[in-house]
C-alpha cells in the first residue's frame, strides 16, 4: 500500500481566506488514497507569546500569503481523479492530532452572539498538553482537547468565484460542527472538477454555538481517506459517525437553517427506511436532536443528529447518504 500524501504548510500548499475553483490543486490522488495535512492557525497578531513553539512554517507563510476575505489558513487544495460536478467526496476523518501545543480565542468589535456586551478586542492563549490532550485556560481550567477541522470542504462552482471561507455554504467550508472528530465521515457536495478538498481552522475544543466568535483556534494534522460516490447528488454536506447520522442547515436565520437540517434528516429517514415523510417528522420529534453548530459565521448552523437506533436495525449499516 502506497504512504499518504503528506502536505506541509507553505507558501505553495495553503491560501488564506477563501475557496475558488481557480485554485491549482497541490496533490492529486486517486479516490479511495488517504491524504494527511498539516495545518496552521493564526495571523501574525494571533501568534503566543514566549514559552509556546511557533513552528518556523508559520513565519514563511505570512510573509509570502496574503489573507483575502477571511482568516482562515487551509492547507491544499487536493484535487480526486475523475470527480465531477454533481459527485459527492467522502471525507473519513481517519486521525487529528494536535499540531502545537497552544491555542487562541478571539473576541472582537460587533462580532460573537453578544457584540453589544463584549464591544472591545480581546485575545487569548491558551497551553496545549499535546500528551494529555488537555487546554489549559489563563484562569486554570483544563478542559479536555477533541480536536477537529473547523473548516473542510471543496470548491464551490467556477461561476461563483472568489468566496470568503468564513460563511459556510453547500460545498462545506467553516462548518465549525464538533462532531466531526476522528472516526466521523463527512459527505461534501462536488462542485467543480477534481473535488478540490482543502481543510484549517484547527480547533483543540469547541462549545456548540463558538458564540464569542473562536474556538480554541490551533494547528491541526488530519489525516483523511477521499472517496468518490457516483450517482448520488448532495445539495449540503451530510455526515454520519458510529453512532449518528448528521444533517446540517445553514442561514443567516437561525430557524431557517433548522428547517433545512430538519428537512434533510426527513429525506435521510424516509431513503433509509419504509417510513413515510409524515412518519419521519414524528420521528425527528421523538428522537433527534438538532443543535446550534455555531452562531457566528454570518450563516448561522444547525445539524440535526439521529441515533442509529432510532432507523431500528438498518440504522447499524445506514449510510448519511442515505444507502
Request: glycine fraction near 10%; proline fraction near 7%; hydrophobic fraction near 40%.
Amino acid at each position: 500500500m502506497a504512504s499518504p500524501v503528506q502536505i506541509h504548510p507553505e507558501p505553495g500548499t495553503v491560501h488564506w481566506g477563501y475557496f475558488d475553483a481557480a485554485l491549482p490543486p497541490v496533490a492529486e490522488v486517486e479516490s479511495g488514497d488517504t491524504v494527511v495535512l498539516h495545518t496552521l492557525s493564526g495571523s501574525r497578531d494571533d501568534l503566543p507569546p514566549g514559552g509556546m513553539t511557533i513552528r518556523p512554517e508559520h513565519a514563511r507563510v505570512h510573509a509570502a500569503v496574503t489573507s483575502e476575505l477571511g482568516p482562515h489558513i487551509m492547507t491544499g487544495p487536493v484535487a480526486v481523479r475523475g470527480a465531477e460536478p454533481g459527485d459527492v467526496l467522502r471525507v473519513d476523518i481517519l486521525d487529528v492530532a494536535l499540531r502545537d501545543n497552544w491555542g487562541f480565542n478571539l473576541i472582537r468589535p460587533g462580532a460573537g452572539t453578544l457584540p453589544d456586551d463584549f464591544p472591545y478586542h480581546r485575545r487569548i492563549h491558551l497551553a496545549i498538553d499535546r500528551e494529555k490532550r488537555l487546554v489549559r485556560t489563563p484562569w486554570g481550567l483544563e478542559i479536555p482537547a477533541k480536536p477537529f477541522f473547523g473548516v473542510m470542504g471543496t470548491a464551490p462552482a467556477a461561476e461563483l468565484g472568489r468566496l470568503t471561507s468564513v460563511v459556510p455554504r453547500s460545498f462545506g467550508g467553516n462548518i465549525d460542527n464538533k462532531e466531526l472528530v476522528a472516526g466521523a465521515t463527512l459527505y461534501l457536495p462536488v462542485w467543480t472538477k477534481g473535488a478540490l478538498f482543502s481543510a484549517g481552522d484547527g480547533h483543540a475544543a469547541q462549545g456548540d454555538g463558538e458564540v464569542c466568535l473562536t474556538a480554541v483556534e490551533t494547528g491541526l494534522t488530519g489525516t483523511f481517506r477521499l472517496t468518490l460516490v457516483k450517482g448520488t447528488s448532495l445539495k449540503a454536506p451530510r455526515a454520519e459517525t458510529p453512532t449518528h447520522l448528521i444533517t446540517m442547515g445553514f442561514d443567516e436565520d437561525l430557524e431557517e437553517a433548522a428547517r433545512t437540517a430538519l428537512r434533510d434528516m426527513i429525506a435521510l429517514i424516509t431513503r433509509c427506511t419504509s417510513l413515510s415523510a409524515d412518519e419521519a417528522y414524528r420521528l425527528c420529534s421523538l428522537a433527534a436532536d438538532l443543535r446550534v453548530t455555531q452562531l457566528v459565521n454570518r450563516h448561522k448552523g444547525i445539524h440535526a443528529m439521529l441515533g442509529r437506533w432510532a432507523l431500528g436495525p438498518a440504522g447499524a449499516k445506514a449510510s448519511a447518504l442515505g444507502k
